[in-house]
């Protein structure tokens, strides 16, 4: 068996509706990642794509481009974020929808639903997501609870309208499958996880009835050890990867005069995550990677910054975590991220490295190859 190495997919660079009234008109991630700015001295921002790329995923070029990039330097599939709210409600849905209608584009994917509200940064609704703390604003109106867009998880009649809704994604071929079984995630697997069990048990009749041998459910580890058919980890977020702070003087200057302002080592991280994955037994546990990480576009001073990313110490990381997942027999890498540049965790091109962080992953997989 060989590992798939999965990048993680945001389907976030298109003009909607809702990200105009919530964001400003023309908001996607490509403003934020335009107007960034350096915070200190060794800061790389803003993060500009090779060629000044900012692309939509509306256009069914970018999509193909996308697919053969990923298929020409080894990456063996896409996670694409998913974000349906109700029976009456889904957002950042077209790209993927694009991808069904359109065979030619030739990549693999699953979905995972990052299953959570989007709220405004200052409310105080659980298990929300604040999208774009940056560009919030408090609105005047005294009535607002700051909540954008809210999960309503429903009944099994609900869950029905879901999972019909995923059935022509997981019938085509493109979609990935463990053993007959569509393979989904629960990125936020902690909210109502008793409810998410019993809905994964529907869904799995519900499978079956459609031909697959069942549904295959992956969850995000979350801090209470969620897990369903299996469980992934975020990097480099994951609650096994909890490190400190920059220890650099510099640094830690810099910490106490900006106290929301979070710097990790990049070596660190990746030395835990390595570490993690050798001295963990569970088969059905799914390690993560990253490329970078910075998301102070989106979150300005408040962001979490990695620092000392560079694409060899990647290349080396990731061939340590790619045979050890090999030697345990795993079915999966999941990488952060294909092209989440407003998190500066992009494999996709840019002017400072070009190709590299791509080339990096198809030296890793030629070398198994050739000595497999």
Not at 90 to 101: C, F, G
Not at 105 to 129: C, H, L
Not at 272 to 289: D, E, F, L, S, T
Request: glycine residues 6%.
């Amino acid at each position: 068996m060989k590992t798939k190495i999965i990048a993680m997919y945001l389907p976030q660079f298109h003009s909607i509706p809702e990200n105009d009234l919530w964001w400003g008109e023309g908001y996607t991630d490509w403003v934020a990642v335009k107007k960034s700015m350096p915070l200190f001295s060794a800061h790389q921002q803003p993060r500009i794509p090779l060629d000044e790329n900012y692309y939509s995923l509306t256009d069914i070029e970018t999509l193909k481009w996308q697919a053969q990039l990923a298929k020409e330097y080894g990456i063996d599939g896409f996670g694409i974020y998913h974000y349906w709210f109700s029976d009456n409600l889904k957002l950042l849905e077209k790209p993927a929808e694009l991808i069904l209608s359109h065979p030619e584009v030739k990549i693999d994917f699953f979905f995972a639903w990052d299953n959570g509200s989007w709220k405004r940064t200052w409310s105080n609704v659980r298990n929300g997501n604040d999208w774009a703390p940056a560009f919030d604003n408090k609105t005047s109106n005294s009535g607002d609870k700051g909540l954008l867009s809210e999960l309503i998880y429903g009944d099994e009649s609900s869950w029905k309208v879901h999972f019909d809704y995923l059935l022509p994604f997981f019938k085509d071929s493109r979609y990935i499958k463990k053993d007959n079984k569509p393979v989904f995630a629960f990125f936020q697997a902690h909210n109502n996880y008793e409810l998410i069990k019993r809905m994964c048990l529907y869904w799995d009749s519900l499978a079956k009835e459609a031909g697959f041998a069942g549904i295959f459910c992956i969850s995000k580890q979350g801090p209470h050890g969620e897990m369903l058919d299996a469980s992934m980890r975020y990097e480099p977020l994951s609650a096994n990867n909890v490190v400190e702070l920059w220890k650099n003087r510099f640094h830690n200057v810099m910490n106490r005069l900006r106290p929301r302002l979070r710097i990790y080592k990049y070596d660190k991280l990746w030395k835990k995550i390595i570490h993690n994955a050798k001295n963990h037994g569970n088969q059905n546990c799914y390690y993560g990677g990253f490329v970078g990480f910075d998301d102070s576009p989106r979150r300005g001073k408040k962001a979490r910054i990695v620092l000392g990313q560079t694409p060899e110490k990647f290349e080396k990381y990731l061939a340590q975590l790619y045979q050890i997942s090999q030697k345990q027999s795993k079915d999966f890498i999941f990488l952060t991220a294909w092209n989440e540049w407003g998190e500066g965790a992009y494999l996709e091109p840019d002017t400072k490295d070009g190709f590299a962080y791509l080339e990096a992953v198809k030296t890793i997989k030629t070398k198994y190859e050739k000595d497999h």
